[in-house]
């Protein structure tokens, strides 16, 4: 049983109480100080040293000196007055063990207080930084944007300067066919003039002729004519041979036009396709398709199982090569944006990698794209909800993970395991349970 102390001495004015206690001979390092506005304690054994206190002090601001083997302690009044006694007249123990009593529940719900709110504010710097990370990679996100729309445009205007130069050239090239084309009409109209200058010098000389030798032309003309005259056709027989008909379907009711019309259009759609992304126009066809390159990406038929600690398989991927899986993912997503199961699996991919500020947002941008909420898309919902969680609660934002949790519940009510692992964040929150 501890010995009391009993030669302790002390003094007071209105405002404060000092007091001064014997540590006879003990260590400093084995006194334990114990002080709340009713009540005083120091223990260092085998020695013990209580006190009731008659009226409150403000244990918060009071202070206590450990030096040359004595206890010092200033102790602040709550209120302005002289005190008759130190301590308390006529207690009783029971009395006296109640005070104690109260005294512990108060320290402790002062300790309990002083940590939530180390936590809460804990938690808002956490938060904050967060926005600040994701607020700066919403910034260099646009900066790329705007560097690559700047060099579209740039690039656009090249291809025009580019086609107003192949323009002004054809032009030229059509000016020179012209003024060729008219230097050659002109030869050919000299020509012209020059055979019927000719044409005129001959029929002149012929009609001096003509007198003469009439007689002799028309001899002549009668002779070709008799000449002139061919023979009778022999009789006979011709052979037809027909062209085999190669195509089913006449041509008024076949659909060539429609059939062309629909390869041209794909074609520029093709064309429009590789200009807009330069990476595909080394790739297979297949190679181009959203959905091939989703499954490409995925990791096998490994069943997820969902839970705090964060998206565990029943065993190791195939090839764990998460970075290679988010090259798929993020060269479906450029072919269409409008596909939520792409995020959602590559916000599993960042998971794996510890990008969680990348998986929180690629689960966003999946529950965004799955609306409206309906029963088809509701294991999607239920998977963007827990592992945005997962990444919350990794990063040690424990409110916000059980906000997501308890989405996911909404939607699966009976799925023990995330009832599980929601327990577990709400234990972590109030203090009962050690971080997984």
Known sequence: MPLQVSDYTWQQTKTSVFISVPLRGVSVRDADVFCTENYLKVNFPPFLFEVFLCAPIDDENSKAKIGNDTIIFTLYKKEVAMWETLSLSGVDKEMMQRIREKSILQA?????????????ARREDQKYAL???????????????????????KATKELEAWKECQRKAEEQKRI??????????????????????????RISASRNLA???????????????ENSIPAPRSVGSIKINFTPRVFPTALRES?????????????????ALNTDIPELSDLKEEEKNPEWLKDKGNFGNQKFKMGFTGLKSSKLFATENYLAAIN???????????????????????????????????????????TPPVADNANGRMK???????????????????????????????????????EKIRNIIQGTELKS
């Open 255 to 271: 659909q060539v036009a429609e059939e062309e019309e629909w390869l041209h259009k794909q074609a520029e759609a093709r064309r």
């Open 176 to 201: 020179h066919r012209e003024e060729k084309f008219c230097e050659q009409e002109k030869q050919i109209e000299d020509e012209r003039k020059k055979l019927k200058h000719k044409s005129h010098t």
């Open 211 to 225: 007198t003469k030798g009439r007689n002799s032309e028309n001899i002549f003309l009668e002779k070709l004519k």
């Open 131 to 153: 926005n600040v990370m994701m607020q700066i990679e919403e910034e260099e996100r646009k900066k790329i944007e705007d560097m690559k729309e700047n060099e579209r445009m």
């Open 328 to 370: 798929a993912y993020n060269l479906a997503i450029r072919l269409n944006n409008k596909i939520p199961l792409l995020y959602l699996n590559r916000a599993a991919c960042h998971l794996k990698l510890k990008n969680l500020h990348k998986a929180i947002e690629d689960s966003s941008k999946a529950l965004e794209l799955l």
């Open 108 to 120: 402790q719900e002062r300790a309990k207080e002083a940590t939530e709110a180390k936590a809460a």
């Open 384 to 422: 963007a909800h827990i592992r945005r969680g997962t990444a919350f609660c990794q990063l040690e934002l424990y409110v916000e993970g059980l906000q997501d949790y308890e989405a996911a519940l909404k939607i699966d009510p009976s799925n023990e395991i995330v009832q599980n692992d929601a």
